[in-house]
Nanobody, 126 residues
Framework: QVQLVESGGGSVQAGGSLRLSCAVS????????MGWFRQAPGKEREGVAA????????QYANSVKGRFTISQDNDKNTLYLQMNSLKPEDTAMYYC???????????????????WGQGTQVTVSS
């Protein structure tokens, strides 16, 4: 099991940028996949970006391709999400998640992941 703590959220205007961070602690070597998810009020949680931590393969939701970049710093045990060209529809609570096992439902499926952070709010105004 790993512990995840997100930071870096905030309020920005459309077109702006933010970088989210997720500090990972605990049994970090067990986290084979990590991802960023978001949930807006009244909507289901959706996958935004994910990374295979051992090989660096990434996957993105179509809605963020070309604008968001997921990356990891293994020395710092930190996962990042660089978000550029933000849009009002990106407004949501953003969560970091880690997978250590269980049923595989895809890179961006929330049920694929075992451990979750508490979330950080991102608000984009027009």
């Amino acid at each position: 099991q790993v512990q995840l703590v997100e930071s870096g959220g905030g309020s920005v205007q459309a077109g702006g940028s933010l970088r989210l961070s997720c500090a990972v602690s605990g049994y970090t070597s067990s986290a084979s996949y990590m991802g960023w998810f978001r949930q807006a009020p009244g909507k289901e949680r959706e996958g935004v970006a994910a990374i295979y931590t051992y090989g660096g393969v990434t996957q993105y939701a179509n809605s963020v391709k070309g604008r968001f970049t997921i990356s990891q710093d293994n020395d710092k045990n930190t996962l990042y999400l660089q978000m550029n060209s933000l849009k009002p529809e990106d407004t949501a609570m953003y969560y970091c998640a880690a997978r250590s096992g269980g049923r595989w439902l895809g890179y961006l499926a929330p049920s694929t992941y075992n451990d979750w952070g508490q979330g950080t709010q991102v608000t984009v105004s027009s």
